[in-house]
């Protein structure tokens, strides 16, 4: 066989390990339970996509490259862009006609998923607190392809510099996988627990460990080489024992690990992504026995359209998911996502993937988008179809992009105030116009102070539930600490108890909270009451809600657990929880059971709260207090 053929063997138990990575992938964002570590089948993509993009293009003899640059360039762009870029396009035109208020952020990430650079976009662009709540953008699932993308013009540049420069592979990949130990311990730097990863989870810098794993293994394990003659019997049975290790360990990091762990960011990644290159060398492998099983045909034909079934499956989920379901997925709608991204997926496979990877750009271009109208007539429908839908998705895509169509009424983003403080019965106000961008954790001292809009004092007969009378010993003094939504209820937790004393923030987490407790140290004590209502925004570590918690150790304690569509909700509530039953002095005020069949009481973003909510959280609020 030529070295040509050799370097593009296909192994259907590859496709095996796409399909599953694909689907613990989606798992996961439709919140699965059980796949909690859903997320770690982007790793696996990321080390499949470095073992076979070098051993592809690794010579047999000599310093070479078997591909030449430009050839290598050309063909990873037929590859991806044409069905990327489909789906951004559709995808933005449908939210221009059905989601008007996902516009504002969605210019944005589609301009920056175009160039493949959305990781970035998602890390330094300064999008405000709401852009964070609501609907998440259709395109986000796009910073992994960025990186990838990112990935195939950098890499090929260097692996022949390597060639040339160092000669032998075995020292090149030496050096290949310190680089991956060092980009690892970069995200082990960044990392900060308790807040939010999203700078190592999308930076190349941070994650480009995983590729260069992929890397490293083609240069010490190369595809080209491998066969079935040279192993003995016991090493076979090795190699096999090894295969089902390896893949017994993928299987239960997908159902235990999940995001927040700290461990995850420091080194977990990395050790996860090593026992995915010793898969993936097993399994090409010829004599593997898993890769005979992987090679099943369903398995293998979702591994063939894994490309465009992790394309659409991100937008279809979420334009087609209302904000109250997102975190307690409906299952006949679950059903038929599936089956929609599926049939999109299949028809982005025959129609734009293997045509254009076949014959290129300008003949697809020809046989597809060139209109003739003496030969309109003789025209297939599909082409018809195209020759029409094509340019009219394009206009309404420009019109969009460009700002020409107008925005849906969005949330009062504008006006919401960013940061309240109320002092007892003296609280003052200031505007806030503009939120602070720049100050992660300012201290109570600093942060502006603002009057939110009048909201009518609970009534009993309003309300689902009665209003306690308050109790005969009340607290000397009341201290709430909390996020947005503390700011959502704090005119009508001021009516109610007067004398309380409210520090709400927006985006706050547990993390900044523990900053901010020694500031109200004079409230740690017995005849005190301290609400914190916290983890909206993102899950904490235990030590940072134990040492919160200790810092009010002497005063009664009341946790407000959180109704927030997102994947820690959970997990906080869990938490908190928890920390209700190992401690005397703290009472869990369980809003989320209170709220999670209500959607009425959210806003658009299904985290704010209207009118109704305020009245129901406050209501619980003095419930609990008044006991």
Same mark, same amino acid.
């Given at each position: 066989?030529?070295?040509?053929?050799?370097?593009?063997?296909? *192994?259907?138990?590859?496709?095996?390990?796409?399909?599953?990575?694909?689907?613990?992938?989606?798992?996961?964002?439709?919140?699965?339970?059980?796949?909690?570590? &859903?997320?770690?089948?982007?790793?696996?993509?990321?080390?499949?996509? /470095?073992?076979?993009?070098?051993?592809?293009?690794?010579?047999?003899?000599?310093?070479?490259?078997?591909?030449?640059?430009?050839?290598?360039?050309? /063909?990873?762009?037929?590859?991806?862009?044409?069905?990327?870029?489909?789906?951004?396009?559709?995808?933005?035109?449908?939210?221009?006609?059905?989601?008007?208020?996902?516009?504002?952020?969605?210019?944005?990430?589609?301009?920056?998923?175009?160039?493949?650079?959305?990781?970035?976009?998602?890390?330094?662009?300064?999008?405000?607190?709401?852009?964070?709540?609501?609907?998440?953008?259709?395109?986000?699932?796009?910073?992994?392809?960025?990186?990838?993308?990112?990935?195939?013009?950098?890499?090929?540049?260097?692996?022949?510099?390597?060639?040339?420069?160092?000669?032998?592979?075995?020292?090149?990949?030496?050096?290949?996988? *310190?680089?991956?130990?060092?980009?690892?311990?970069?995200?082990?730097?960044?990392?900060?627990?308790?807040?939010?990863?999203?700078?190592?989870?999308?930076?190349?810098?941070?994650?480009? =460990?995983?590729?260069?794993?992929?890397?490293?293994?083609?240069?010490?394990?190369?595809?080209?080489?491998?066969?079935?003659?040279?192993?003995?019997?016991?090493?076979?049975?090795?190699?096999?024992?090894?295969?089902?290790?390896?893949?017994?360990?993928?299987?239960?990091? +997908?159902?235990?690990?999940?995001?927040?762990?700290?461990?995850?960011?420091?080194?977990?990644?990395?050790?996860?992504?090593?026992?995915?290159?010793?898969?993936?060398?097993?399994?090409?492998?010829?004599?593997?026995?898993?890769?005979?099983?992987?090679?099943?045909?369903?398995?293998?034909? *979702? &591994?063939?359209?894994?490309?465009?079934?992790?394309?659409?499956?991100?937008?279809?989920?979420?334009?087609?998911?209302?904000?109250?379901?997102?975190?307690?997925?409906?299952?006949?709608?679950?059903?038929?996502?599936?089956?929609?991204?599926?049939? *999109?997926?299949?028809?982005?496979?025959?129609?734009?993937?293997?045509?254009?990877?076949?014959?290129?750009?300008?003949?697809?271009?020809?046989?597809?988008?060139?209109?003739?109208?003496?030969?309109?007539?003789?025209?297939?429908?599909?082409?018809?179809?195209?020759?029409?839908?094509?340019?009219? =998705?394009?206009?309404?895509? =420009?019109? /969009?992009?460009?700002?020409?169509?107008?925005?849906?009424?969005?949330?009062?983003?504008?006006?919401?105030?960013?940061?309240?403080?109320?002092?007892?019965?003296?609280?003052?106000?200031?505007? +806030?116009?503009?939120?602070?961008?720049?100050?992660?954790?300012?201290?109570?001292?600093?942060?502006?102070?603002?009057?939110?809009?009048?909201?009518?004092?609970?009534?009993?007969?309003?309300?689902?539930?009665?209003?306690?009378?308050?109790?005969?010993?009340?607290?000397?003094?009341?201290?709430?600490?909390?996020?947005?939504?503390?700011?959502?209820?704090?005119?009508?937790?001021?009516?109610?108890?007067?004398?309380?004393?409210?520090?709400?923030?927006?985006?706050?987490?547990?993390?900044?909270?523990?900053?901010?407790?020694?500031?109200?140290?004079?409230?740690?004590?017995?005849?005190?009451?301290?609400?914190?209502?916290?983890?909206?925004?993102?899950?904490?570590?235990?030590?940072?809600?134990?040492?919160?918690?200790?810092?009010?150790?002497?005063?009664?304690?009341?946790?407000?657990?959180?109704?927030?569509?997102?994947?820690?909700?959970?997990?906080?509530?869990?938490?908190?929880?928890?920390?209700?039953?190992?401690?005397?002095?703290?009472?869990?005020?369980?809003?989320?059971?209170?709220?999670?069949?209500?959607?009425?009481?959210?806003?658009?973003?299904?985290?704010?709260?209207?009118?109704?909510?305020?009245?129901?959280?406050?209501?619980?609020?003095?419930?609990?207090?008044?006991?």
């Amino acid at each position: 066989m030529s070295g040509k053929s050799l370097n593009h063997r296909y *192994i259907p138990g590859l496709d095996g390990i796409r399909a599953l990575a694909v689907l613990a992938v989606i798992a996961y964002h439709f919140n699965f339970s059980w796949a909690r570590g &859903g997320f770690l089948g982007v790793d696996i993509f990321f080390v499949l996509s /470095g073992y076979l993009i070098t051993s592809t293009m690794l010579p047999l003899k000599g310093n070479q490259l078997t591909v030449s640059l430009k050839k290598f360039w050309i /063909g990873r762009f037929r590859r991806l862009l044409p069905a990327a870029y489909v789906m951004i396009i559709t995808s933005f035109v449908w939210a221009m006609l059905f989601h008007k208020e996902l516009l504002h952020t969605l210019r944005g990430d589609a301009l920056s998923s175009i160039f493949y650079s959305s990781n970035w976009w998602f890390i330094f662009h300064k999008l405000s607190y709401f852009d964070s709540f609501g609907s998440p953008s259709p395109l986000k699932n796009l910073w992994s392809l960025a990186i990838e993308e990112q990935f195939y013009v950098i890499w090929p540049l260097l692996l022949m510099i390597g060639l040339y420069v160092v000669k032998k592979q075995s020292k090149l990949a030496k050096i290949v996988f *310190i680089g991956a130990i060092c980009s690892a311990l970069l995200m082990a730097i960044l990392y900060q627990p308790g807040a939010d990863p999203s700078r190592v989870y999308y930076g190349t810098d941070t994650r480009c =460990f995983e590729l260069l794993i992929g890397c490293w293994l083609a240069l010490i394990w190369p595809m080209k080489r491998l066969s079935s003659q040279k192993l003995s019997t016991s090493h076979m049975k090795k190699l096999n024992a090894i295969s089902f290790i390896s893949f017994t360990i993928f299987l239960v990091s +997908i159902v235990y690990v999940d995001e927040f762990q700290t461990f995850l960011y420091r080194g977990g990644m990395f050790l996860f992504c090593l026992n995915a290159a010793v898969l993936i060398a097993c399994v090409c492998h010829p004599v593997s026995i898993l890769g005979r099983i992987l090679a099943w045909k369903p398995l293998c034909w *979702i &591994g063939s359209r894994s490309y465009g079934i992790y394309l659409w499956h991100y937008p279809v989920m979420v334009l087609g998911t209302p904000i109250h379901e997102i975190g307690n997925p409906s299952y006949w709608r679950i059903a038929l996502q599936l089956v929609l991204i599926v049939t *999109i997926a299949e028809c982005s496979y025959r129609f734009i993937e293997m045509p254009i990877r076949k014959e290129g750009f300008w003949e697809y271009y020809r046989k597809y988008f060139v209109f003739n109208k003496k030969k309109w007539g003789s025209l297939t429908f599909s082409r018809k179809v195209s020759t029409v839908m094509v340019p009219l =998705f394009l206009l309404v895509f =420009f019109t /969009g992009i460009t700002g020409v169509v107008g925005e849906g009424q969005q949330s009062s983003k504008d006006s919401y105030p960013t940061a309240i403080k109320i002092n007892g019965d003296e609280p003052t106000a200031n505007p +806030i116009k503009e939120p602070d961008k720049t100050t992660d954790n300012p201290s109570p001292s600093k942060e502006e102070v603002v009057d939110v809009p009048d909201i009518e004092t609970p009534k009993p007969e309003e309300n689902e539930t009665n209003v306690v009378p308050e109790k005969e010993d009340a607290y000397q003094n009341i201290l709430a600490i909390g996020d947005s939504v503390m700011i959502d209820i704090a005119t009508s937790l001021h009516k109610v108890f007067p004398n309380i004393t409210i520090d709400g923030k927006i985006g706050r987490q547990v993390s900044q909270a523990v900053k901010l407790a020694p500031n109200y140290a004079s409230f740690n004590q017995s005849n005190n009451a301290i609400i914190i209502q916290l983890g909206t925004n993102g899950y904490f570590t235990n030590d940072q809600i134990d040492t919160l918690l200790a810092a009010f150790a002497h005063a009664d304690i009341y946790l407000v657990n959180t109704r927030v569509p997102r994947s820690w909700e959970g997990k906080v509530n869990a938490s908190l929880h928890q920390k209700s039953e190992e401690h005397e002095n703290i009472t869990l005020i369980d809003w989320h059971a209170a709220a999670l069949n209500h959607p009425e009481y959210f806003a658009p973003d299904g985290v704010h709260l209207e009118k109704k909510g305020v009245e129901v959280l406050t209501n619980l609020i003095q419930q609990s207090i008044n006991k």
